[in-house]
């Protein structure tokens, strides 16, 4: 009787940490939302595991981040956050199958701000000509 009502509680348990995970993922679809992104991708999560030595101890730690592919005007951004902190950052611009950096993008975008800096003058990646569209949303 013991092993049965241990399984229960160990599917339950796995079942309740898969919930939180996604909610968490959904969680930041919603922040993008109302940033005001419309097509927004499905969420996508992966851990970062590091270790550092201190003296004669190493110290491992790791820590989730979650990834969403959003489209503006013809670009698709990826965005990142780290589970249980506040902000996100642009990741990287997609093109081409390419993943070009674009140095000194600021955090916390809004879907307004994306469009002003495509649209601007500063410099933008290489390959951005090739997936901007300034009459799509």
């Known amino acids: 009787m013991n092993t049965k009502v241990a399984s229960v509680l160990l599917v339950l348990g796995l079942g309740a940490s ?3 995970c996604s909610s968490k993922g959904d969680e ?3 922040e993008l939302k109302a940033a005001g992104f419309t097509s927004v991708g499905e969420p996508r999560d992966e851990t970062e595991k590091k270790s550092k030595k201190i003296g004669k101890r190493t110290v491992k730690s790791s820590q989730k981040v979650f990834e969403v592919t959003v489209r503006v005007k013809g670009c698709d951004l990826e965005f990142a956050k ?3 902190q506040s902000g996100y950052w642009l990741d990287e611009l997609h ?3 390419q993943e070009p950096d674009w140095p000194g993008y600021p955090e916390n975008l809004k879907q307004s701000d994306v469009v002003a800096a495509f649209a601007g003058n500063q410099p933008k990646p290489e390959g951005f000509q090739d997936c901007y569209k300034p009459g799509e949303l």
Do not use: T
């Open 82 to 84: 780290v589970s249980g």
């Open 18 to 20: 898969l919930v939180a």
């Open 95 to 97: 093109v081409n199958g």
């Open 28 to 30: 930041f679809v919603a």
